[in-house]
């Protein structure tokens, strides 16, 4: 090989070796982005910029009842706030256990089956819908206002509409007040699962698929057509927090969740919270924490509801 040739030789080598530096670069550089963007987008359930809110359709007006909070949590983290509204109870248990919500309104017997089965969540506080009340609302035993159904052991032998095995003031509670007139809510009564406390009322009030039934006081009161017979209080339903999130968001969401007022949060600039629909399911919140849902366990074990195991 003659001098011209060797070198054009040794240049060819030196641009091929270069072009395979520049490319092993190139592929660190990607490779490097990509493992970024993941580590920024690691704990939540879409990516960093984004905060998955789930509910459970309590009733027709779920979403609207969250909005101005979703709203106002959008606000003040700088976030995107997309609504999540499981099918049932069950489906919200999933999804937290998949990691797949960031913030979310649980009752008080998912928030224990869900963490229960290794969904990793923190409670931040519960709503109150009036000033001066504290968290808990009533599961309420319900029959037509013409029924002579008097008490709960009446209960015995009757058609009786729960609204959803994960849920605490339309089943979990119901089945514990009944085991203590000694009726069994599967054996001992036909349950007819509503899906929602509003369907409940509805089903009882009509007294054709339902001779009595259970849900929660809010829904209860919006109708003519039944009468409670008992009630008991029920520790107030949870909005919790992924443990799986930054450190520094969970405070920044405990921050803002633990204790508001609706004034505060329509001083703030959230307008869609001046309504007479969300006053009537929303006055501030207050600070809970896991603590607070012994109650729950406790009936757990007493009842050994198959949904409290892991």
Known sequence: ???????????????????????????????????????????????????????????????????????????????????????????????????????????????????NNGAQLTPISSIVT???????????????????????????????CFVDPSSTSGYLFPTYNLLGEDIDSETDVTPVFAGKHDVSVQKVGEGVECEAGFAEDSEVEKSDKVKVIAETMVPGAPIVESATLPDELKQQLRDILSEVTIDEIIASGVTSADSDGFRSVFYATKPVDDAYYDTIRDICEKTNAKQCQS
């Not at 009036?130 to 008097?150: H, K, L, M, N, W």
């Open 1 to 115: 090989m003659n001098l011209r040739a060797r070198k054009a030789s040794l240049a060819l080598a030196g641009a091929a070796l270069l072009a395979l530096g520049l490319s092993a670069c190139s592929g660190t550089a990607d490779a490097a982005e990509q493992s970024g963007a993941a580590d920024a987008n690691a704990g939540y359930a879409v990516d960093a910029n984004t905060l998955v809110f789930g509910v459970v359709p309590d009733s027709a007006d779920t979403e609207t009842n969250y909005q101005p909070l979703m709203d106002y949590i959008a606000q003040e983290t700088g976030k995107t706030v997309e609504y999540h509204e499981s099918t049932d109870y069950a489906a919200l248990i999933e999804a937290a256990i998949a990691g797949k919500v960031d913030v979310a309104s649980f009752s008080g017997f998912t928030y224990i089956t869900a963490t």
């Open 130 to 160: 009036a000033e001066g009340q504290e968290p808990g609302y009533y599961s309420q035993a319900i029959v037509p206002v013409d029924s002579d159904i008097t008490s709960l052991a009446d209960f015995k032998g009757k058609k009786v």
